[in-house]
């Protein structure tokens, strides 16, 4: 084929993304900012099960982390320890990790099956995390606010109905995660109905 043929194509690409950037994205999504794999110097996946996400699961990671802590120090130790002999997982568990003063960090490729420690199937759930221990410590404002922000964001741009987010204490018996503090901002469905407010921004 002749490369004129292909501008058709290439005209219609334009569009749609002049279409796209011209007010049609709501600035809440404009906002989050995904700190790639390469900033917390992750190490290579190994190859994994591979699934199509249709719910939205959060967890805590459980263990302390302050918002004066590092974070990135703290994501590529959970990496260490997940890919070591202990565990033998493919990657981080988690798809994504939203730090205490709420920076959002890219975890495992979203179209693989996370891990668990628990009697769950991960299999279709997004997994979101929130570093730090959820049962010992409130929520920091930054992090609650980044997360209900992150279901947004997954709900839009995977095509998954926001209406499925739950935690992991809502798959297992065998964990109250993700702590207590953050649990109670799922019972009294402030979650659901920020994550509404902001689907539903104009
Ligand atoms: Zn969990």
Not at 25 to 30: E, P, Y
Not at 40 to 52: C, F, G, T, V
Not at 62 to 75: Q, S
Not at 87 to 113: C, L, M, Q, S
Request: proline content about 5%.
């Amino acid at each position: 084929m002749r490369s004129s043929n292909y501008w058709p194509l290439i005209t219609m690409l334009c569009m749609a993304m002049a279409c796209s950037s011209s007010g049609k994205i709501q600035s809440w999504m404009r906002d989050v900012s995904i700190i790639p794999r390469s900033e917390w110097k992750a190490n290579d996946p190994i190859p994994y099960l591979r699934h199509e996400p249709v719910r939205i699961t959060v967890h805590h990671e459980g263990t302390k982390l302050l918002v004066t802590d590092d974070a990135v120090r703290k994501i590529k130790g959970i990496q260490t320890w997940g890919m070591g002999k202990d565990r033998n997982w493919a990657d981080v568990p988690y798809h994504f990790f939203i730090a205490p003063d709420g920076k959002i960090y890219e975890g495992r490729n979203i179209n693989t099956v996370g891990e668990t420690n628990t009697e769950y199937n991960p299999k279709g759930h997004l997994l979101i995390c929130c570093l730090g221990n959820l049962n010992e410590v409130e929520v920091p404002e930054a992090q609650l606010a980044s997360l209900v922000k992150m279901i947004a964001y997954c709900s839009r741009t995977y095509k998954i109905p926001y209406e499925t987010v739950a935690t992991h204490r809502d798959y297992s018996k065998q964990t109250t995660c993700p702590g207590k503090y953050l649990y109670s901002y799922f019972e009294n469905g402030y979650i659901k109905q920020e994550v509404r407010k902001l689907l539903e921004q104009k």
